[in-house]
């Protein structure tokens, strides 16, 4: 009899911190880091294609992150641009669906045009579904939620009454995937930062000090080991767990 397969999340979620401290250790501008940072995330795709990883949600950019200096800001647009602009064709090919989730009204048109455009190239592909996390903030998201639930019951079409866990799930990012079954920081720090607030409520969570431009398929796949062996209960006992195997 073969060996079980190992057990692979079908949804990872990614904040690929440590971009400006893995420039300033080496005496470079920050955006060196960031450079370096975009070529962590192709591996990470690359990763996540090799392993069956179905979604891979990645923060690119928080609500709060516009607050930066002005000139990493807009050095980190140009960063964006640059890659929607060369990577897009490639992910294409290899069948990964591109999505963003977050404001993208707040991008210059340019941007938000190579948004729409990737999409529409991509939304037929189903190797993997790459979610980009861009202006995106997890309290906005279910302030916006939250938003089109008031609309609903203004309207007539709802009961306040009628609002429920299901209800709001369906208004929240990514509504339609599955939520994140692995969360991985990288750069050290222990927190969620406004990441998807709703989404990981049963995620498991995985901490690395590595900084983002230093990752490799090594850390990937220790994160990936360490999910493999973990019990989710989902609020579940252990007894029960083992009778009825665990729910997403
Ligand atoms: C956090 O590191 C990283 C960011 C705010 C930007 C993330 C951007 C990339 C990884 C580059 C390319 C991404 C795409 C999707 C093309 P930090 O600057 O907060 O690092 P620090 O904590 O060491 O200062």
């Given at each position: 009899m073969s060996p079980p397969l190992p057990r692979i999340p079908r949804h990872l979620?990614?904040?690929?911190d440590g971009n400006g401290r893995w420039a300033e250790r080496r005496r470079r501008p920050r955006m060196i880091g960031h450079r370096a940072g975009a070529r962590a995330v192709n591996l990470c795709i690359d990763f996540c294609l090799d392993r069956g990883v179905q979604v891979l949600t990645l923060f690119a950019f928080s609500s709060e992150n516009w607050g930066r200096p002005a000139e990493e800001v807009s050095a980190l647009m140009k960063l964006f641009m640059g890659a929607l602009e060369r990577e897009v064709d490639e992910l294409h090919r290899r069948g990964v669906r591109v999505r963003f989730i977050g404001q993208r009204e707040k991008f210059q048109p340019a941007i938000v045009q190579r948004m729409h455009a990737a999409e529409a190239l991509t939304a037929g592909n189903a190797r993997l579904?790459?979610?980009i996390a861009a202006s995106y903030g997890g309290r906005q998201d279910l302030a916006q939620a939250a938003r089109a639930l008031a609309e609903e019951v203004a309207a007539g079409r709802l009961q306040p009454a009628d609002i429920d866990e299901a209800r709001l799930a369906a208004q929240v990012a990514?509504?339609?995937?599955p939520p994140p079954d692995l969360f991985i920081r990288t750069g050290g720090d222990h927190r969620i930062s406004n990441f998807l607030l709703w989404q990981l409520a049963y995620t498991e969570l995985w901490f690395t000090e590595t900084l983002w431009p230093d990752l490799d398929a090594t850390v990937l796949q220790a994160a990936l080991d360490d999910f493999a062996?973990?019990?989710?209960r989902f609020g579940l006992t252990a007894a029960q767990v083992a009778t009825q195997g665990t729910c997403p």
């Amino acid at each position: 009899m073969s060996p079980p397969l190992p057990r692979i999340p079908r949804h990872l979620a990614i904040i690929m911190d440590g971009n400006g401290r893995w420039a300033e250790r080496r005496r470079r501008p920050r955006m060196i880091g960031h450079r370096a940072g975009a070529r962590a995330v192709n591996l990470c795709i690359d990763f996540c294609l090799d392993r069956g990883v179905q979604v891979l949600t990645l923060f690119a950019f928080s609500s709060e992150n516009w607050g930066r200096p002005a000139e990493e800001v807009s050095a980190l647009m140009k960063l964006f641009m640059g890659a929607l602009e060369r990577e897009v064709d490639e992910l294409h090919r290899r069948g990964v669906r591109v999505r963003f989730i977050g404001q993208r009204e707040k991008f210059q048109p340019a941007i938000v045009q190579r948004m729409h455009a990737a999409e529409a190239l991509t939304a037929g592909n189903a190797r993997l579904t790459l979610v980009i996390a861009a202006s995106y903030g997890g309290r906005q998201d279910l302030a916006q939620a939250a938003r089109a639930l008031a609309e609903e019951v203004a309207a007539g079409r709802l009961q306040p009454a009628d609002i429920d866990e299901a209800r709001l799930a369906a208004q929240v990012a990514l509504a339609d995937l599955p939520p994140p079954d692995l969360f991985i920081r990288t750069g050290g720090d222990h927190r969620i930062s406004n990441f998807l607030l709703w989404q990981l409520a049963y995620t498991e969570l995985w901490f690395t000090e590595t900084l983002w431009p230093d990752l490799d398929a090594t850390v990937l796949q220790a994160a990936l080991d360490d999910f493999a062996v973990r019990e989710r209960r989902f609020g579940l006992t252990a007894a029960q767990v083992a009778t009825q195997g665990t729910c997403p």
